[in-house]
């Protein structure tokens, strides 16, 4: 049975964390000045790392700087290991971990795995955002705490 799990990334997973992200999307990661974002979140302690049997597949990046609400940042795991309820299981972590009653993310519509991984973990469509990646809106999604 393969056991899915989380911690906490420290400074010494950041080359860890940062191939992960470069190797999904070179350009962005570049473009977006990726690494600096993730070095800040591993310091302030708001990036996890997503591990199947003791091994690194994946980080999560969450915090609260969405209006002051759980804001999942990022959320990025391996292409062998996606489709396998990994995704969900970090998604129910994250809200387990989350202080206020909401938890929001995005993901672009064209990213329709995410959007089924949203909608199978309990998050609702909340609004659709135009201008961000031309041709491509960012759509939001939230879920809420009890």
């Known amino acids: 049975m393969e056991s899915i799990s989380h911690r906490k990334a420290t400074v010494n997973d950041k080359t860890i964390v ?14 977006l000045s990726r690494e600096e ?5 591993i310091v302030d302690d ?6 199947q049997n003791d091994r690194e597949i994946g980080f999560v990046i969450f915090d609260y700087r ?30 387990e971990q989350c202080r206020t009653n909401k938890v929001f993310t995005s993901t672009n519509s064209s990213n329709t795995q995410m959007q089924r991984a ?10 659709k955002l135009n201008g961000l990646d031309d041709g491509d809106p960012e759509l ?4 809420e705490l009890t």
Do not use: M, N, P
């Open 66 to 95: 969405f209006f002051d609400q759980g804001w999942i940042e990022l959320l990025i795991i391996d292409e062998e290991y996606r489709g396998k309820g990994i995704g969900g299981k970090t998604l129910e972590f994250i809200c």
């Open 18 to 31: 940062v191939d992960f992200d470069y190797r999904l999307d070179k350009d962005e990661h570049v473009r």
């Open 140 to 143: 939001f999604y939230y879920r």
């Open 118 to 127: 949203l909608t199978k973990a309990g998050f609702s469509f909340s609004g």
């Open 46 to 51: 708001e990036c996890f790392i997503i591990l």
């Open 37 to 41: 974002k993730i070095t800040k979140a």
